[in-house]
């Protein structure tokens, strides 16, 4: 049987110790602020949204939502932005995707100051991470790597099989996985034989956004097995791309779904936005 890798339990240690972060902060006169951006009315994003203001509450990060219409136009987002990014007292600013089909989010992304990057998404963040330098990294990526940290799995010369290659999740994750000297291969829907590849892994991040995708069959006995999709099954529950149930039997480690990487997320958020309130007011800010 597998260990569990316990998120929840993990996320909610590191918010803690955020939140004595931020109290040291507070008393020195700095505020951590983290601004919100939504556009239009997605669900998803609004129970997000909601999720990330909790999070803020919890540890003490001051908070602005800025809610618009469906029908924005780009300039009027990017305006937004730069706003945003010359308000002084502003550390953070997130723009919550996914973004009407009008607008072009990675022109957006780009508006977005390095310095205010706290989900690490702007072409910058993602220059310093290919290159090694000290920067934002993006949430769930970093989520990640933490739990890896946390049970003692160490990545140097393993063979990490990741199946998703998205901005925010695949290709960061394989840039960090790189970085801590694992053999890195991303598989996506053109894949030729997805199972050759991830029957071979030592371990299997899935971010494919597909439920129970991954099964028994195509892994091998002792692989760890990080699971990063959200879905919902017929009876409405969020489960996540990997059949659980039969995988946890031949896996050394698994990442439950939810409790796992979802709740990582959030709390990386979290010190993204106290380390963007502390560099921004250091005199000799790597920023
Ligand atoms: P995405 O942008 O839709 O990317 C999905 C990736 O899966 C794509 O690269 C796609 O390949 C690949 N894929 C789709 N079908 C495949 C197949 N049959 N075989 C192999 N690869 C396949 O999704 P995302 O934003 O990365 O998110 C992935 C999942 O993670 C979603 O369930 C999302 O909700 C979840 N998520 C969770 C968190 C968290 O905090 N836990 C954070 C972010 C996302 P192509 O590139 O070829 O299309």
Redesign the pocket.
Known sequence: MATIMNGKELAKKIRENLKKDCEELKKQGIHPKLAVIMVGNNAASKVYVKSKSKACDEIGIEYEEYFLEETICQEELNQLIKSLNNKREVNGILLQSPLPKHLDINRAFKTISYRKDVDGFTPSSVGKLVMGGDTFISC?PY?VMKMFEEYHIDLTGKEVVI????N???KPLAQCCLANNATVTI?????KD?KEHTKRADIVIA????AK?VTKDMLKEGVVIID????RNEEGKIVG?VDFENVEKIASYITPVPGG??P??IAMLMNNVIKAAKEQNKEDSIF
């Open positions: 769930t989520g199946i998703g290659r998205s925010i999740v695949g598989c996506h829907s053109r894949t997805l971010a494919i956004g597909k995708f990063v999709g959200i879905n791309d990487v979802g990582m997320t």
